[in-house]
C-alpha cells in the first residue's frame, strides 16, 4: 500500500463522487473523466500497462467524449438537474448503496485469504497478452469485435433522425 | 490491511457510489454514468486479483477487462444512441419527467 | 562520439550528483531538454510559417524584427506575456482556467516515448504507441473544455467540430498506425526504430519503403493533419467561419499556451510518424549513418513541418460534410485494406510476388474507393457559376 495508490485512489473516488453529485451535467461529465483516468493511472500503478492506457483510451477518449457530445445534443449543458428530488426514493438509494457497500466491506475484512502476505507481481507482458487473446481466447475475441459493429450498426440507426416522410 | 484488500474496498466505495449516482440521479445520462462508474469497479476488482491472486501466470485476468472494456464501449454507444432518440420524441432527458408521459 | 553525446553528458553529471538525489536529477535531466527544445522548436517554427505562407503568397512575411525577421517569436512572447487577460463574465471560471492547462500538460507528455535517437527516450514503454494515442485522446477533452466554458456560441460549435473531426480521424490514424505494429510486432516505439534501422543494399528497411507503408504513411499523415486541427481540416478555428473556434474568448498568455499546445501536438504527432514510417533516427543511406542519429530525427521532423506548411499554404479548407464523408468513407475503408496489406505481406515469402499483392490490395481499393467518392457525393472538380 503506498502513497501513490492512495492517491490514485483518492482522485479516482473524488472524481466519482462528484461525477454523481455535481449539478451541472457537463461538470459532471468532465468529474466523470477524472476518475476514469484515476481508475487508469490506478492499473499502471498495478502492473497492467496495457489496461490502464486502454482505459484511458477508451474511457477517457471516447466514453466521456460521448457522454459529453450527448450532454451538448439533449440541450443539457446549461440546465441545472437538482442532485437529489425531494421525494423519499433518493434516500432510500443512497441507503441501499451504503447498506451494499457495508456488506461489501465486512466481506472484505473478514475473508481469510486476502489478507495473505502478498505474492510478486506476476510478468505479463504484452507479447503474452496479445499471444493468449489470439489463441486462447479467439473465440470470445471474435464475438466482441461482432458485437461492436452490431453495437456500432445499431447505434447509428437508433440514433438517426427519423424521416419526416418516408419515401 | 493489505494491499489487495486496499483494492477491493476502493473498488467497493466506487461501486456504491456508482449504485448511489444510478439510484438516485433523475438524468438518465447521468444514471448510465452511474453504471458505467459500476463496471468501473467490478474492472478494478478483476485488475487487483491478477495482480494478488494466486494464479498469477495467467493473463486471464487482464484479459477479462479487456473483453469488459469493449462491452462497456458498446454499452456506452448504444446507450446513449436510446437517450437522444427518448429525446427526440419526448423533449427531456429527466426521468420523473419520462415516466409520467403515455408515450 | 557526438552520436551519443547527450547521453554521456547525462551520465557525466549524474555521476558527480550524491546517490540520494541521482534518481531526481536524471529525471530532470531527461524532461527539461524535452521543455526546451520543442518550444524553441515551436518558436522557429512560427516564423518559417509565416515567412513560407508569405512567399507562397507572393508576399514578405514578418521581415522587421532582428535579422530577416528572425527575432519575431521574442515580439509575439512579449506582446502575448504583456496583454490583457480577459475572462468572459458568463464563462465556467474554473474550467476555463484548467482547459489551456490541460491541453499543454497533455502535448507534453508524448515527448515521453518518442525516441528523438539512439538511446535518448524518455520512457521505454513496453507499449508506448498505445501511451501515445491515450494522452492523445486526452486532448480532445481539454478542446471540448475550452470551446464549452467560455459560453460562446462560437467557440462551442467550434469545440464540437474540433472533438467530431478529432474522434472521426483517430480511428484510421490508429488502423494506420497498427499495419505498423503488426510488421514491427511490437508496441513499443524504440523496437519498432531498430526494426528499420537496417539496409538491404542501399535501400533502408523504412516502412514507407513498401506499399502498404507508403499508403499507411500517406494516411498516418492525412489524419495526423486532421487531429491537430491544421489547414486543409482547420474548421473548428476557420476564422472566415467561426472567428477562432474553440479558443474565441482566450487571451493574452493563455492564448499563446493554446498555439503552443496546438504546435506541440502537431510536433508530436510528425515525431510519431517519423517513428513508425520514417525509421525514426535511422539515416536514410547506408554511408550516412556517421551523421549523429538525433540529427537525422529533427531533419526528418523539419521535412514534415514544412510539409504541413506547405500543404497549408495550398489547399482550401473542406466543408464539414465532405470532412466526415472523407474520414469515415473513404479513410477508414482504406485504412483496413492497409492493415490487410500489411499482414498478406507479413506472411508471404520474400520477393515479387509480395510486392505485387501488397500493391494489387492497396491499388484496386483506392481505384473503386476514390470512384465511388467522386461519383456519390459529387466531390468532383469545383464548378463555378457566375452572376450574369
Known amino acids: ?167 | 490491511m493489505t494491499a489487495l484488500a486496499g483494492c477491493l474496498l476502493v473498488s467497493s466505495m466506487l461501486f456504491a457510489v456508482g449504485l448511489a449516482g444510478a439510484l438516485t440521479r433523475r438524468n438518465t445520462i447521468l444514471v448510465l454514468v452511474g453504471i458505467e462508474l459500476m463496471l468501473n469497479a467490478a474492472n478494478l476488482n478483476f485488475v487487483a486479483f491478477w495482480r494478488f491472486g494466486p494464479h498469477a501466470g495467467a493473463a486471464t485476468g487482464m484479459i477479462f477487462v479487456l473483453f469488459s472494456i469493449g462491452v462497456a464501449a458498446a454499452e456506452a454507444a448504444v446507450g446513449l444512441a436510446l437517450i437522444l432518440a427518448v429525446y427526440r420524441h419526448t423533449k427531456t432527458t429527466d426521468l420523473s419527467q419520462l415516466t409520467g408521459r403515455p408515450q | 562520439m557526438p552520436d551519443q553525446m547527450f547521453v554521456l553528458l547525462k551520465h557525466w553529471i549524474l555521476g558527480y550528483s550524491p546517490a540520494v538525489i541521482q534518481p531526481a536529477v536524471s529525471i530532470l535531466l531527461t524532461i527539461i531538454p524535452i521543455l526546451l527544445v520543442f518550444p524553441v522548436l515551436f518558436a522557429l517554427t512560427t516564423v518559417l510559417e509565416r515567412k513560407g505562407l508569405g512567399r507562397i503568397q507572393n508576399r514578405y512575411g514578418p521581415n522587421r524584427v532582428g535579422f530577416y525577421g528572425i527575432l519575431q517569436p521574442m515580439a509575439d512572447a512579449l506582446k502575448s506575456l504583456t496583454k490583457e487577460d480577459i475572462v468572459p463574465a458568463s464563462a465556467d471560471h474554473t474550467v476555463h482556467f484548467l482547459a489551456p492547462l490541460v491541453l499543454l500538460a497533455v502535448a507534453f507528455l508524448p515527448y515521453a516515448v518518442l525516441p528523438i535517437g539512439r538511446n535518448m527516450i524518455a520512457a521505454n514503454l513496453d507499449a508506448g504507441v498505445l501511451f501515445f494515442f491515450a494522452i492523445g485522446a486526452i486532448s480532445e477533452l481539454s478542446v471540448f473544455m475550452a470551446g464549452w466554458s467560455s459560453r460562446n456560441k462560437y467557440s462551442l460549435l467550434g469545440a464540437m467540430r474540433a472533438v467530431a473531426q478529432m474522434i472521426s480521424y483517430e480511428v484510421p490514424l490508429l488502423l494506420s498506425s497498427i499495419a505498423v505494429i503488426m510488421a514491427a510486432g511490437s508496441l513499443s516505439t524504440v523496437e519498432i526504430v531498430e526494426k528499420q534501422a537496417g539496409f538491404s543494399g542501399i535501400f533502408p528497411h523504412w516502412y514507407v519503403l513498401t506499399p502498404w507503408g507508403f499508403a499507411g504513411f500517406v494516411l498516418f499523415m492525412i489524419a495526423a493533419t486532421a487531429e491537430t486541427n491544421r489547414s486543409p481540416f482547420d474548421l473548428p478555428e476557420g476564422e472566415s467561419e467561426i472567428i477562432a473556434g474553440y479558443y474565441i474568448e482566450y487571451s493574452g498568455f493563455k492564448f499563446a499556451l493554446f498555439f503552443l499546445g496546438e504546435y506541440l501536438g502537431m510536433f508530436a504527432i510528425s515525431g510519431l510518424g517519423i517513428t513508425l514510417f520514417l525509421g525514426g533516427w535511422s539515416a536514410p543511406l547506408p554511408f550516412l549513418t556517421w551523421i549523429p542519429s538525433w540529427i537525422w530525427f529533427f531533419a526528418k521532423l523539419v521535412g514534415l513541418i514544412i510539409g504541413f506548411i506547405w500543404v497549408r499554404g495550398t489547399l482550401p479548407r473542406l466543408r464539414m460534410d465532405q470532412l466526415m464523408n472523407f474520414a469515415w468513407k473513404f479513410m477508414l475503408p482504406m485504412a483496413l485494406v492497409v492493415v490487410v496489406s500489411a499482414g498478406a505481406w507479413r506472411f508471404l515469402p520474400q520477393g515479387l510476388t509480395r510486392w505485387l499483392v501488397s500493391t494489387a490490395f492497396i491499388a484496386v481499393a483506392y481505384t473503386l474507393l476514390a470512384r465511388g467518392v467522386e461519383t456519390r457525393n459529387k466531390i468532383a472538380k469545383r464548378t463555378y457559376r457566375f452572376a450574369e
Open chain 1, 1 to 167: 500500500m503506498s502513497a501513490t495508490f492512495f492517491i490514485l485512489a483518492a482522485v479516482t473516488l473524488i472524481g466519482a463522487c462528484a461525477a454523481m453529485m455535481l449539478r451541472g451535467l457537463v461538470h459532471c461529465a468532465l468529474a466523470l473523466a477524472v476518475a476514469f483516468a484515476g481508475l487508469g493511472t490506478l492499473y499502471l500503478n498495478l502492473g497492467a500497462q496495457f489496461l490502464g492506457l486502454a482505459q484511458l483510451l477508451v474511457y477517457v477518449g471516447a466514453i466521456a467524449v460521448l457522454i459529453v457530445f450527448v450532454i451538448l445534443l439533449t440541450r443539457g449543458g446549461d440546465s441545472d438537474s437538482p442532485a437529489l428530488s425531494p421525494t423519499a426514493l433518493p434516500i432510500a438509494g443512497v441507503l441501499v448503496a451504503t447498506a451494499i457497500f457495508a456488506i461489501l466491506a465486512w466481506a472484505i475484512f473478514h475473508t481469510v485469504a486476502i489478507h495473505s502476505p502478498g505474492l510478486p507481481a506476476p510478468q505479463a507482458t504484452i507479447r503474452q497478452l496479445g499471444t493468449s487473446l489470439m489463441e486462447g481466447y479467439v473465440l470470445p475475441l471474435e464475438v466482441i469485435g461482432l458485437m461492436l459493429t452490431a453495437a456500432l450498426i445499431g447505434a447509428v440507426i437508433v440514433a438517426m433522425k427519423e424521416k419526416q416522410d418516408p419515401r
